[in-house]
């Protein structure tokens, strides 16, 4: 993230491969984490409760696309990475059934012996990621006690406060990750695809987002300074 280039010796330096969709992933995440702070921003003031109400689905519809496709993203990169470096074969038969959080951990050792810092902001907003992405595809109804409607309410506040800090892990995960991944496996190897514009040229970072970007970019600079 410095635009120096970080070069970690890697098994396969290029690769072919097909079916690669981190980047898609990685890319809606962003557009409907952008399109929920823009739904947000709206002053609704004016709107009577049919609209409010509309407005409250579209945020928690983007909000949770975000967080599911910052989750799919970041499963689908550290799979290719380890596909391309280590074989589909052997990626198959002994880290396909690890949890994301431990891919992330243990393959770039494998392939370069070197890892993310597990007392790092990346690590630990990973792993609010794949909470949150866990307690949506897999969610479970409970049953409502009416008995205690102070509770209830309270509950749902909990609830709504940690869907918050959920959808606001989503994308600051990704831009951490990857930031951090330039420095652990070097930009031309980063599994998420390096976010350093002097080695990403094409990069645009959506107006909305550039806040998130340059806070994620000084926390991981100051890290590896």
Known sequence: MNGQHNHIPHPRESSARSNVLYGTYFKIAETDFCNCLEVLAIDQSPLNEDERYKLEKEVNNFALKAIVFAAMSVESAINDYAGKHLGDKYYQQHLASLDLISKWIIIPRLVC????????????????LVSARNKLVHNKSEEINFSDPYAVIKKQEKRSEEFKRDFHSSLKTLYLLSMEMDFVVGQMQNPLGTLDSAFNPSL??????KELFKNCKDTVLKKYS
């Open 113 to 128: 012996e070197r890892s993310i810092d597990k007392s790092g902001a990346a690590y630990n907003s990973l792993k609010t």
């Open 204 to 209: 645009e970072v959506p107006e909305l987002a």
